[in-house]
């Protein structure tokens, strides 16, 4: 990809160095599975840098072998069970809160965690703070459909939104589908329960009206089964509704893959069948499998900031640090922040 | 199923006879698969009288046939296209319009129409009337998951509601889960976005607050993935989550589906081997089809009414006018009466 600095030369984003923050104790198979997923992308990335955060014991050694990589040693951890504004607050010297403050203090460019979502939420807009004209940051996800993938957002900041906060999820969104997924010009859709503008709640009618005027490429309504279908590139919802697709999404994948699977297997002759198809529907399943777009970016806080499932692999941590070094080099949050502005 | 009447005798209900209003107009495939859905419903249930509404040249040869069958000749027609409030209020001689009323002065137990839901809606809501103590009537749905049905509700008739509807909605639909799915003691939960009952929207906060004093059997939250998952009998929600969640489950099996499909027709070997496992397959098919269920019933008005999907195939509504038969006999509108006043 090619981009202009800001004397407007242009060069190719590819030779700019990033340096990402790995939280190295957030996931359930920290570290193991985050230094392996940071091992390959420092190979596939020859201009990535690596700060780990985390308990010495676990980031030294591996620090110590790579020459790209450098720990920054961390005493706390903020659990899944810690209250998480509460355990941001009062451990200071966490993987989380530290690796956050190396974003404000310019150290790094991107924050990676697999850890606690609310704990990586609330110190990534304490501690880097929000972009201005955010009001409220947003986490998006990438869902693979069967043409291409879909950023869906809010999918879980902020359960109770005004429609001006949906104004911002779109451009956020946006910005994001243009810079990581490459859409030059992202189609973007309000999920509601309906086509035409007058349906759905009135939060929805009055983001349906204020979207019109303010978003460019505002396609209109989407509905649940645009969701997979593909039909638009960015689909912006209130984080309550866009928490329960989410989980739902994750939950029917896995129920129905179970069942077809159950069937494949009730008998000799299906087990012999399932065999001869096992490499087509492996390629089906790979190409469906979110954790080839890398974590869910926390959108609007000063800095990348990407938030990992806490099943996180190494492939997903791979993933995350590619998506984060992208969304550096494309200029993400400076792109964010001049759509806010423009129309703020 | 056994029941007791007003005067406590108790008797086995499928010896009562009902009759059930069916509006052979409305549908994809009207007025051909509804016909053939009412006879085979016929034939499977001695004690079930049908009348049908709709243009006299379509239903009257039917009617002459079968002997358990009347035709109620309509002559106007309400349309996708038309806008249901006034639609219902402009034709007042519409096969939907005039079924509603049938079942208002008594001629008709239940009605059954797979035409425009909002009209049908608008239709019983006006024509039946609410039944007394309930606020907002509300549209369920049944979903069919690994381990057994789910009743699922509001998916559509109220985009915006207050705690005390949800609360109602919770009534209604463990009354449905009871009497249709047979579930003695349905496990009843609020979609939410985490288990605590501190977490989600200040709506689904004060929900989970007057659920918890006021719906027997209710758990508590339940999760996007509770969903398909099984876990529960009921789960209430407001109209507008609820139906981005039911037309994304429509979506999701059906992108998934295809691109099974798609794979394992993809080389000659995979076509055999397919032809292996697609007895398997459609078992699995079958069990997971929403056509077993027969649409989804309006709960809250003064008489059963199933609205069918418009897509509603011949199967489709022979299992609606066995499901509407089941809530005459189960006393569904009785039973959602009482428990709404005991609460109320």
């Known amino acids: 990809m090619i981009v202009r600095d800001k004397k407007g030369l242009a060069y190719m984003t590819d030779i700019r160095t990033v340096t990402v923050c ?67 607050r009062a451990k200071r010297d966490s993987s989380i809160v530290v690796g956050c403050g190396l974003v404000r203090e310019g150290r790094a460019d991107a924050f990676f965690s697999a850890g606690s979502t609310g704990a990586v939420m609330a110190a990534a807009t304490l501690g880097m703070g929000r972009i201005r004209g955010v009001s409220r940051p947003a986490i998006a996800t990438v869902i693979p459909t069967s043409a291409h993938p879909l950023v869906l957002l809010d999918v879980g900041a902020n359960a109770d939104v005004k429609a001006e906060n949906l104004v911002q999820f779109a451009h956020m969104g946006a910005a994001y589908a243009r810079i990581v997924l490459g859409v030059l010009e992202p189609r973007v859709a309000l999920l509601n329960i309906g086509e035409e503008p007058t349906k759905g709640s009135m939060l929805a009618q009055e983001a349906h009206h204020a979207m019109t005027e303010q978003v ?10 645009d969701v997979t279908a593909g039909t638009v590139d960015v689909i912006v919802t209130d984080g309550f509704t866009g928490n329960v697709v989410l989980k739902l999404l994750e939950g029917t994948s896995k129920s129905l893959m179970g069942q077809i699977r159950d069937a494949m297997t009730s008998s000799l002759s299906n087990k012999l069948a399932a065999a001869v198809l096992k490499p087509s529907l492996t390629r089906l399943k790979e190409r469906l499998d979110p954790e080839a777009y890398g974590g869910a970016p926390l959108l609007g806080v000063r800095g990348v900031c990407i938030i990992g499932h806490g099943s996180s692999g190494s492939r997903a941590v791979t993933s995350a640090i590619r998506v984060a070094s992208q969304a550096v080099r494309g200029e993400l949050t400076e792109t964010i922040s001049s759509a806010v502005t423009t129309e703020g």
């Open 216 to 225: 460019p490429g505002f396609v209109g309504n989407a509905e649940g089964r």
């Open 22 to 88: 790995i939280d190295a104790m957030g996931g359930d198979s920290a570290p193991e599975a985050i230094l392996d997923g940071v091992r390959d992308a420092l190979a596939a990335d020859p201009k990535l840098l690596i700060i780990l955060t985390g308990a010495s014991e676990s980031i030294g050694p591996f620090a110590a072998l790579h020459e790209r990589c450098a720990a920054h040693a961390t005493t706390e951890v903020i659990g899944m069970e810690d209250h998480p504004a509460q355990a941001v």
